[in-house]
């Protein structure tokens, strides 16, 4: 551990948060909250003071089931889908409003919960979630079918059609290191199309779901139409994958828990869109500013401590400004430096949990000892408890690495040079992955070939990590399957039918 003349410590919480956190643990089904049937509890702790903070419930099997019937019997009633469509449309944009009205309250619990700085997720997190509810609320009035002239019956001999319709009951598991957006991510697509939800988020980073629920009441959805269940993925999420009312699934996480996933799924043929993890390449070109290039490679990994999955984790820079771009991302390493969530001159957090902690500093000791060298950073700050791991940037890697071919999801990058735009090429897609990748450069033909060649579920120029909710988000190869976000996102919760009536 570094030595620090004051160990990193979290500042107090707010009287609001600390009510919050003082509430029982409860499962939200059919609008009511309700305890586990078990009784069980799971332990909330803060990743800044490593503190246990208070508990959520722990849903059973039996508790699964329940909030299923409540979806399932939601739908089939249609007390959702029988709503007039700019009925739903108000009701997901008043659920935007109060989102909007509370965002200060929910930045500061997905700081606490999840150990991104609070200042990240009022500017970043929030923001994104209540446009994604705003944008995908105009698609209830929109999702259309289409009429169709058969092509092997002479004209008006048959009426033909095709409808959009809700696939059903949608479950949808999301991860920790965006709770709340990502919930949203996959709350609002549903919602719009007419589908009904269990929710299950992340044990770690339950928080703000939970208040979400709050929101959801206030706002008016009618029971059963979002029901939220807390606890393990080996329980609640298992049962939920499935269960047989369940018609779809609607996952984010590992790639080895989404090929999991997918292989359950199989067994009733649910639907299932997956995002999953990403080794995601940044490639400077030598045109571009070295400490420009810099900058950006190092927001591109230490934002949210680099628990992103398209996190730009590998760099290529052309070998004629590699050193001096390394030298600025020691440099820029100091602005990424962790801070307690709440600190507000805080830009990165801690991991989010010990096992998170031991996972990446095990990286970088496996990559030390296999022969990479480092440029910055690889050690720890001195805290009292939390999980922090300060920016760190290794050099003299070699492309069989485990740090250069597995997903660290941690403040860690690998820098590497090349020579020549078709090799960079081909080290960007020797990857398993296929989620994202960032290029730098002023010359666009350059930027387009390699838009074009690298194969990757979004490309990015001169910027990273870059998102919006008209555009369609999802990974080649095993980084997913489907995508979310914009029109494609919600048609993955619709199921399209052929009609054909003889006149």
């Known amino acids: 551990m570094s030595s620090h003349s004051k160990p990193l410590t979290q500042l107090p919480y707010s009287d609001e948060a600390t009510r919050f956190l003082a509430r029982p643990p409860r499962l939200f089904i059919n609008g009511e909250w309700t305890p586990s049937s078990s009784g069980n509890t799971v332990a909330v702790i803060d990743p800044s003071s490593g503190k246990e903070i208070t508990r959520i419930a722990e849903a059973s099997e039996a508790d699964v089931d329940r909030a299923v019937a409540a979806a399932r019997t939601a739908f089939d009633d249609s007390r959702w889908t029988g709503l007039a469509p700019t009925a739903r449309e108000r009701l997901i944009h008043h659920l935007a409003d109060l989102l909007e009205r509370d965002a200060d309250k929910f930045a500061e619990l997905e700081a606490i919960d999840n150990g991104k700085p609070k200042a990240f997720a009022a500017a970043g997190d929030l923001p994104f979630a209540i446009a994604n509810l705003r944008y995908v609320a105009g698609w209830t009035t929109k999702l259309a079918g289409e009429t169709i002239e058969p092509g092997l019956s002479p004209e008006g001999t048959f009426h033909a059609y095709l409808r959009r319709e809700p696939i059903g009951v949608a479950a949808q598991i999301v991860p920790w290191n965006f709770p709340l957006s990502m919930a949203i991510d996959k709350i609002a697509p549903a919602l719009a199309a007419g589908c009904t939800i269990v929710l299950k988020p992340a044990e770690l980073t339950s928080l703000t779901a939970l208040r979400l629920a709050d929101l959801i009441i206030e706002a008016g959805f009618p029971a059963g139409v979002v029901n939220i269940v807390t606890g393990r993925g080996s329980v609640a999420g298992e049962r939920l994958v499935r269960h047989p009312d369940v018609d779809k699934v609607s996952f984010t996480g590992s790639t080895a828990v989404g090929k999991h996933i997918n292989t359950a799924a199989t067994e009733t043929m649910k639907r299932v869109t997956l995002e999953l993890g990403g080794k995601s390449p940044v490639v400077v070109l030598p045109d571009f500013d070295a400490d420009q290039a810099a900058a950006g490679a190092a927001q591109a990994i230490f934002y949210n401590a680099g628990q992103v999955c398209v996190a730009g984790s590998r ?117 398993p992955y296929g989620l994202a990748a960032g290029i730098w450069t002023h010359d666009l033909g350059a930027m387009h070939r390699l838009a074009s060649k690298i194969k990757a579920g979004t490309i990015w120029g001169n910027t990273h990590g870059a998102v919006d909710p008209l555009m369609p988000f999802g990974g080649y190869k095993q980084s997913g399957i489907g995508r979310q976000q914009g029109r494609a996102g919600v048609e993955m919760y619709t199921e399209l039918k052929s009609v054909i009536i003889r006149l």
């Open 315 to 431: 760099l290529y820079v052309h070998s004629s400004i590699f050193d001096k771009v390394v030298e600025g991302l020691a440099s820029h390493a100091s602005y990424w430096a962790p801070r307690p969530s709440l600190d507000p001159d805080a830009h990165m957090g801690p991991v989010v949990s010990q096992g998170q902690f031991d996972r990446v500093m095990g990286y970088i000791e496996a990559g030390t000892k296999a022969g990479a060298s480092l440029a910055t950073g690889g050690d720890a700050p001195s805290s009292d408890g939390g999980y922090y791991i300060n920016p760190t940037v290794l050099v003299d890697v070699k492309p069989d690495m485990g740090v250069v071919r597995e997903e660290i999801f941690g403040p860690v990058l690998v820098a590497q040079r090349y020579d020549d735009l078709d090799d960079v090429v081909r080290q960007a897609n020797d990857t």
